[in-house]
């Protein structure tokens, strides 16, 4: 069953939509929110080992809810379907390696704790220690990582108050924190061996039960870590004629971990160029050039590899792109660099 099915088993059950007035709690925040019918935690990087060379990675574990949770339930009801995606990119080498996954919460295969942060689907996890960092495992037939993640700046709101608008509808929304500015440190195994890697991480959590505004056919995603300290992160919902729907908007973090919030007129995104993939023939934006006119910052997003397209057919389906990349440019009239995440959905067929 992947996630359109799954969603549309979850439709008849009564979710708690994402409303404004929401009070956070954290670490509860951090944990599974059971009356939310879709839930995601989100965890992306950029690494380096000791010559230099550099690796992205993405790990990311899904949630839908199908049934509400019942005290006294048996340990094979199935009250939520789990999806996970794994990629690392070789920088080096030029190779790109991915694989998802399905899994169900009967018998424990597959879950999600309340109360602080634990996912898993069979053997890949996320968790948070209780000295609050995040530990991530996850191995495929080829390739496997092994990251401990330290924040270094406090957890930020994204949207207005936490709510991110993803339409005009009442519950067209999530509730979306990020950690923007995580230092990541622990092995990375490929093909070619096992390596060392230190580098920088992102992690988003979002949840909410409405699905996207009607006409949004996918989204433009990016996250930035500017060597200056501040952070980026930007979304465009895209209706079919490729325009962004007004409730797109961004959140800007400064070096101090005090966030901003974006709305769409704050910020530009246009492509810089294209590619077009030759597994599944979808033609994606590569390349893009960023502006903020209020900061008098503009940014140059590139791929670190043109290839870094995700076949997520045997989980949620279909294609998306989900790529490291390298930032330069300006930030208040000074040289920037970075590096940064884009995620690229709804240009492929179904």
């Known amino acids: 069953m992947n996630i359109v099915l799954a969603a549309a088993a979850a439709a008849a059950v009564t979710w708690q939509p994402a409303l404004p007035g929401y009070t956070f709690h954290f670490p509860a925040d951090f944990g599974a929110h059971e009356s939310s019918r879709d839930e995601w935690w989100y965890y992306t990087g950029n690494l380096r080992d000791a010559r230099g060379h550099r690796y992205g990675f993405e790990l990311t574990f899904f949630r839908v809810g199908i049934q509400p949770h019942l005290a006294g339930g048996s340990p094979w009801d199935i009250d939520d379907l789990y999806f996970a995606h794994f990629a690392a990119a070789d920088a080096a080498s030029g190779a790109y390696y991915h694989v998802d996954r399905t899994g169900r919460a009967a018998l424990h295969a597959a879950g999600a704790t309340t109360g602080d942060e634990r996912v898993w689907l069979g053997k890949w996890s996320a968790r948070r220690t209780a000295a609050g960092k995040h530990v991530l495992q996850a191995r495929a037939d080829d390739f496997a990582l092994d990251l401990t993640l330290s924040p270094r700046k406090p957890v930020v709101l994204n949207g207005r108050d936490g709510v991110s608008r993803k339409g005009s509808c009442r519950g067209c929304a999530s509730h979306y924190y990020s950690f923007t500015d995580l230092t990541a440190r622990g092995m990375l195994s490929l093909p070619s061996g096992n390596v060392a890697v230190t580098g920088g991480a992102w992690n988003d959590h979002e949840w909410g039960s409405a699905a996207l505004e009607p006409g949004v056919v996918g989204w433009d995603w990016f996250s930035v870590q500017l060597d200056d300290g501040r952070e980026l992160m930007l979304y465009l919902l895209r209706r079919a004629d490729g325009s ?13 971990g005090r966030a901003v919030y974006l709305p769409l007129a704050k910020f530009s995104v246009a492509p810089l160029g294209a590619w077009t993939s030759p597994h599944s023939r979808a033609r994606y934006p590569a390349g893009w050039l960023v502006r903020l006119p209020a ?48 995620e690229l959905t709804g240009y492929a067929p179904k």
């Open 244 to 256: 962004a729907i007004p409730q797109s908007s961004g959140t800007l973090v400064d070096g101090q």
């Open 295 to 342: 900061y008098r910052a503009e940014l140059t997003i590139s791929p670190l590899l043109a290839d870094q397209e995700f076949d997520a057919s045997h989980s949620t389906g279909g294609h998306y792109w989900e790529g490291a990349c390298s930032v330069t440019g300006s930030f208040g009239g000074k040289h920037v660099a970075g590096q940064g995440y884009t």
